[in-house]
């Protein structure tokens, strides 16, 4: 029985108490083995690195950074650092050195914890020149460090001190984590959430979902951002869910058939990957002919859903960005109860959901529990409830701009709630920009009907003080298997059906296939992949006048 102090902490405690030897966490190595934590094993771990940190004699409340790859000791790292009195900085493994750099500094972290990355993707050779010099490191297991470095490593630890046995246990309203933003613009912003916020989610999945502990989910999107940290870390440790984790990309697949989730999260760009992938295997047309009779369908269905590992998913969610409404409606042919939701890190993602059985496809659903919504000045999306920052860490005109006195927190986003409730995002405020007719152009809604075809991939539409607007577009992987001329073709003819449903002012000058693929490492996207517009436009801007002159309506950069 769960009260209103409640947090995090007491939940890990509880299922400590209740279920020690119920395994909660499940870890992939690179030799294929897995090894499996129990809620005590959890518990003693965290206790025993509190216990380290408390010899450290630190000032109460000292924050200490988090950086690594999802894996269980990030989840036990996570809950020392509480344990101890302590407030987490987790970092993104993508980050530049600058960016690293800066938020060392701006969030004063007195220790690191270092988990496991990725050399193929991850820039831990520019981030270990980022370090603070004399800022003290541990590694984690997994962690790029090797065992004769001079660091402190984590079983070391374990080693030389005994459990943590009085755990001061916070209050809700108590600092718990600062989460500097992925910067898809500017300059990264610390969002502080209390303890209160981060277990605010519980109540919600509690009205919604009826999690149990016999739920299970992979863990795999960056726990550095909102989402992971609210949908799997706080609702694992709420619900007492069992978590599994991916061990890399090439494993992915491997990883999901192990864990075979029944609550499952992802982010558009994976699940229009996912859809790609079978209809490589079973062409459109075939699915289509076999969905047709009833016998092949069910069985077809359940092939298809048992090959992803998503055939025990009771309840999937798709958000941070839009999701086309032909995947969202073939994934629920297959009987996937897939939901379109919206949130922030601002609100610890929580903010609206298509609730089960009311889905309203194009929406981003209705206010979850507690959740107040209204739309305001220039059509910006305002909301009010469960899970709000404390504010922006030593940032208070930035916090007074987003977080007002009425409490109504500003999104930045541009929606429309139609007259059940439902919420449909239709752009960002900022992002809308001005051609040289003086028209302003919303970029999303153009982004979204031409990234419904599928030799597309990525979109980002731009063209600021330009006659027309443009397109930049990266190919799928369909469309890049395919001749240039057969995609020029099918493109030029988007192009005029998404140009013929546009206001004159808006309507597209030229759409430029990108050769350079946009990813989290050369800086184009975001950790969960959305597109960072600001620098895709520094980067091809400069030759957007030259384009438009030539002439053509599709070509290549």
Excluded at 267 to 289: A, D, Y
Aim: hydrophobic fraction near 40%; aromatic fraction near 8%.
């Amino acid at each position: 029985m769960t009260t209103s102090t409640d947090t995090l902490l007491h939940r890990l405690l509880h299922w400590e108490r209740t279920m020690p030897e119920t395994v909660y966490l499940t870890q992939p190595l690179a030799d294929g083995r897995t090894v499996d934590y129990t809620w005590r094993q959890v518990a003693d771990e965290a206790r025993r690195i509190a216990h380290y940190l408390q010899t450290l004699a630190l000032p109460p409340r000292s924050h200490i950074a988090l950086l690594g790859r999802n894996s269980a000791h990030w989840l036990i790292a996570d809950l020392a650092i509480w344990m101890a009195g302590h407030v987490t900085i987790p970092l993104y493994c993508t980050l530049s050195a600058a960016n690293a750099r800066y938020v060392f500094e701006h969030s004063e972290s007195r220790l690191l914890f270092l988990g496991k990355m990725d050399g193929t993707s991850d820039n831990w050779t520019e981030l270990q020149h980022a370090l603070p010099i004399g800022l003290p490191v541990v590694g984690l297991p997994m962690s790029p460090l090797p065992h004769d470095n001079p660091v402190m490593q984590w079983h070391d630890l374990l080693a030389m001190h005994a459990p943590l046995a009085d755990i001061a246990l916070p209050s809700r309203d108590a600092l718990a984590t600062i989460l500097y933003t992925s910067g898809s613009t500017g300059q990264p912003k610390g969002v502080m959430h209390s303890y209160g916020s981060m277990i605010d989610i519980a109540q919600v999945s509690d009205a919604l979902f009826s999690i149990t502990p016999e739920d299970r989910m992979l863990s795999y999107l960056p726990l550095a951002h909102a989402a992971e940290r609210s949908l799997v870390e706080a609702t694992s440790l709420y619900f007492g869910c069992r978590v599994f984790f991916a061990n890399n990309l090439e494993t992915f697949q491997q990883d999901l058939r192990r864990a075979r989730p029944t609550l499952f999260f992802s982010v558009p760009r994976l699940w229009v990957r996912f859809r790609q992938g079978v209809c490589e295997k079973i062409p459109p047309w075939l699915q289509k002919l076999a969905f047709a009779l009833p016998v092949a369908s069910t069985r077809l269905r359940r092939k298809i859903l048992v090959a992803l590992g998503l055939d025990q998913v009771r309840v999937a969610f798709s958000g941070s960005a839009p999701l086309s409404p032909e995947v969202l409606v073939w994934y629920r042919s297959l009987g996937l109860d897939l939901l379109e939701g919206y949130g922030m890190s601002e609100n610890f993602a929580i903010s609206h959901i298509n609730p089960p059985g009311k889905v309203r496809i194009g929406t981003v659903g209705l206010p979850e529990p507690g959740v107040q919504c209204r739309i305001g000045e220039d059509s910006e999306i305002q909301v009010r409830g469960p899970g709000q920052m404390l504010g922006y860490y030593k940032m208070p005109e930035a916090t007074a701009q987003t977080l007002p006195p009425d409490g109504f927190l500003r999104t930045g986003d541009q929606g429309v709630i139609d007259a059940d409730g439902y919420l449909r995002i239709v752009g960002r405020v900022k992002d809308m920009f001005k051609t040289g007719k003086g028209r302003y152009v919303a970029p999303v809604p153009i982004e979204n009907a031409l990234g419904n075809h599928p030799l597309v991939d990525t979109v980002c539409v731009a063209g600021l003080g330009l006659p027309r607007p443009f397109a930049l577009v990266m190919l799928s992987p369909q469309g890049q298997a395919e001749s240039r001329d057969s995609v020029k073709r099918e493109l030029h003819q988007l192009m005029d059906t998404t140009n013929a449903a546009l206001e004159e002012h808006e309507r597209l000058g030229c759409l430029i296939v990108v050769r350079e693929p946009w990813s989290i490492e050369n800086g184009l996207l975001t950790p969960t992949l959305k597109i960072r517009r600001s620098v895709i436009e520094a980067r091809y801007m400069p030759l957007a006048e030259g384009w438009q002159q030539g002439g053509q309506a599709v070509l290549w950069e």
